[in-house]
């Protein structure tokens, strides 16, 4: 080991043991490797068990067992009431009123809900603009959409294009949104980008395409639990995020879905169903449809319980430390990873997320320079080390230290194992 590196060991160290969070790795389960276990930077992809994930599933296969249809009334989380055990949680998370927010399928299929309530086009204005280079499942959302409605996505697809750099300025939709916002119907964005790991100006992008009339909506996938948001100060019409990156719900966790407040009792059709129907009344089985006010009212179905369970373990962890702690860890984090690879690895890799840590959160998107075919060379040499990130093609690594249990160590065992693989080449 060179100076250098045990320098940066002993600091690494140092930094673990002064942080106050350090201890919440503890509560969850790390992967194994060999002997010792993973430095896990994929938590933009799927997050790790909490420990008291078993358990919570466990209480309610029992409730199942002991109870069975009485399961939905008793007990100490009866499953009627399951939202209003989730919603405050996850309502403090977004920045949203409890009302502006519910639990329920999974991202895509909620995209679809709201796009069929807030995309609703006429024959003068029902483009849908997105950023070019958008996750392929929102893509594929879309243009189903537009084909829904019998338009052409050549003419109705508006993609805005990223600087040089491939990242988005508001000036790039403050141009696309002046040339043709009286077309569009709909602007759908993410609030992080994924794979650049670049944040948007949610309320900034709002405003704009409000100025021009179009409805709004975000895709935080990549960004719930991982930044602040103020989901409800920023104005935007819907969001939808999923439950199983950053929230560690669990594969394939039950959804989140936020709608404005100002539409808690839209006239807009909606793709309806029994549990969207007026809490108070659902069980009257009057034919008439009543939605429930607010986001609770695009309710379709009645929810998987077991789904569900890992998801209450999960966003403990959120509701005890805040999302203002976490994002201070996660810059401490973060801004260290970026410092090692500036100063150990810049010859190797360029990093392609912004350096500026209020348009990021946790991940950097790193890129072998002069790749040509390298890059997943790399990233297979890491996973062998036990450092699991994640490969995009055409030459994306992607590293997430996550704050609720990733370490300063984790990310100088990836800088290590890179530079084991450059010394190498
Ligand atoms: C992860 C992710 C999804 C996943 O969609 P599912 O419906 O949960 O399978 C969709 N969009 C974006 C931007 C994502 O990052």
Not at 264 to 286: E, I, N, S, V
Not at 324 to 330: G, V
Request: include cysteine; glycine fraction near 8%.
């Amino acid at each position: 080991m060179t100076a250098h590196a045990a320098t940066d060991e002993a600091h690494a160290l140092a930094l673990d043991a002064a942080d106050p969070l350090s201890a919440l790795r503890d509560e969850f389960l790390i992967p194994p490797h060999g002997k010792g276990e993973q430095a896990y930077f994929c938590g933009n992809s799927l997050g790790l068990q909490p420990r008291a994930a078993r358990a919570a599933l466990e209480r309610e296969l029992d409730s199942w067992a002991m109870r069975a249809v009485e399961g939905h009334f008793e007990g100490a989380r009866p499953w009627l009431r399951v939202q209003d055990e989730l919603v405050p949680t996850l309502a403090a998370l977004v920045g949203a009123e409890p009302a502006e927010v519910v639990v329920m399928n999974a991202l895509t299929v909620n995209l679809h809900l709201m796009m069929a309530s807030f995309y609703r086009p006429t024959p003068e204005r029902h483009a849908i603009l997105i950023e070019q280079g958008a996750f392929p499942s929102d893509r594929h959302a879309v243009l189903g959409q537009l084909a829904l409605h019998g338009h052409d996505p050549r003419e109705a697809l508006i993609e805005v294009a990223p600087d040089a750099d491939g990242l988005f300025s508001t000036t790039a939709f403050a141009t696309a949104l002046a040339e043709q916002g009286n077309r569009i119907a709909l602007v759908l964005l993410p609030g992080v980008q994924y794979l650049s790991g670049q944040l948007l100006d949610l309320r900034a992008l709002s405003e704009l395409a409000h100025r021009q009339g179009c409805c709004v909506g975000f895709d935080l996938a990549h960004a719930v639990g991982n930044v602040p948001l103020a989901l409800h100060d920023s104005h935007c019409d819907f969001a939808v995020w999923c439950s199983y990156k950053y929230l560690n719900g669990g594969p394939g966790a039950p959804a989140g879905c936020f709608v404005h407040a100002r539409h808690a009792r839209t006239p807009r059709p909606r793709l309806a169903g029994w549990w969207g129907h007026q809490a108070t009344t659902r069980f009257d089985m009057d034919p008439g449809f009543v939605p429930e006010a607010g986001a609770a009212g695009w309710q379709v179905s009645n929810p998987p319980i077991l789904a569900l369970a890992p998801l209450h373990a999960s966003l403990e962890p959120f509701r005890r430390i805040g999302m203002t702690r976490l994002r201070e860890r996660s810059l401490r984090l973060t801004g260290h990873l970026e410092t090692l690879i500036r100063t150990r690895l810049d010859r190797v890799l360029e990093i392609r997320t912004p350096a500026d840590p209020a348009q990021r959160g946790c991940q950097l998107s790193l890129r072998v320079r002069g790749d040509r075919g390298t890059g997943r060379a790399l990233f297979e040499h890491l996973v062998a080390d036990g450092v699991i990130g994640d490969w995009r093609e055409p030459h994306t690594i992607r590293l997430a230290p996550v704050p609720l249990y990733n370490r300063h160590m984790d990310n100088l065992r990836a800088v290590l194992a890179i530079e084991s693989w450059a010394a190498r080449r």
